[in-house]
């Protein structure tokens, strides 16, 4: 089967690092996508990892390991403005997205 | 028009009534979807269409239809709505069905 999970819910501070982990299990992958999703509003796309490795994108970086089935976001100078949902999603053999529950980022200052 | 729209932007419907979300992209995008989003869950694939004129069926795709007539239009229409067809309902597009999607502000549709 296929299945992909991410924590519920994390609280940072502004100015901080924090680390957004996603696990997903598949028999077919091509690639793994994140997203950004501020309450109320649509996902906007942030970063795409189809190779093992980090893909850096200013303040956001981006990891995957495909033989863990493992990637985490990487956001550093919190701003309150990064309060938001952050969703994973691997593409899979069907190039369908399936899609991780979100985390909700909750930036203190 | 730049990017997609959707409308209406919310909606309340009586149950049994027959409701048709509207989707609009100007980028001239191969590849486009419908997807629902419930409190708790991933996004859900309910129909996508990879190409205009073809349609295919995703995840949850009871109780929908799609209609692909140009590049352009997407409509998601509910035959006859039931309470559990209340969420946030989001059209998306991307280049081709292996290419980033792009979403749509959203629809809150809620089924009485």
């Known amino acids: 089967g296929q299945n992909i999970d991410q924590p519920t819910e994390m609280t940072a501070t502004e100015g901080a690092i924090v680390q957004i982990n996603c696990t997903y299990q598949?028999?077919?992958?091509?690639?793994l996508f994140w997203y950004q999703q501020h309450a109320g509003e649509a996902p906007t796309f942030l970063s795409y990892?189809?190779l093992d490795g980090l893909e850096e994108k200013g303040r956001f970086s981006s990891f995957l390991s495909r033989s863990k089935g493992y990637s985490y976001l990487l956001l550093k100078e919190l701003q309150m403005k990064d309060s938001a949902s952050y969703l994973c999603a691997f593409m899979d053999s069907n190039y369908q997205l399936i899609w991780g529950a979100g985390t909700k980022l909750i930036i203190k200052p | 028009i730049a990017g997609i729209t959707q409308a209406p932007t919310s909606q309340i419907l009586a149950a049994g009534r027959r409701m048709t979300l509207r989707c609009t992209q100007d980028?001239?995008?191969?590849?486009m979807y419908w997807y629902r989003q419930d409190l708790g869950l991933g996004l859900r694939l309910i129909h996508y269409?990879?190409?205009?004129?073809?349609?295919g069926k995703g995840e949850v795709p009871d109780g929908y239809s799609v209609s692909r007539a140009n590049t352009d239009d997407f409509p998601l229409t509910l035959a006859s709505a039931v309470p559990s067809q209340t969420s946030v309902y989001f059209c998306a597009s991307s280049g081709t069905d292996t290419d980033t999607q792009y979403f749509g502000p959203g629809t809150r549709l809620t089924v009485l």
């Open positions: 598949t028999s077919g992958f091509n690639g």
């Open positions: 990892n189809v």
């Open positions: 980028m001239r995008h191969n590849a």
């Open positions: 269409s990879n190409t205009a004129g073809t349609t």
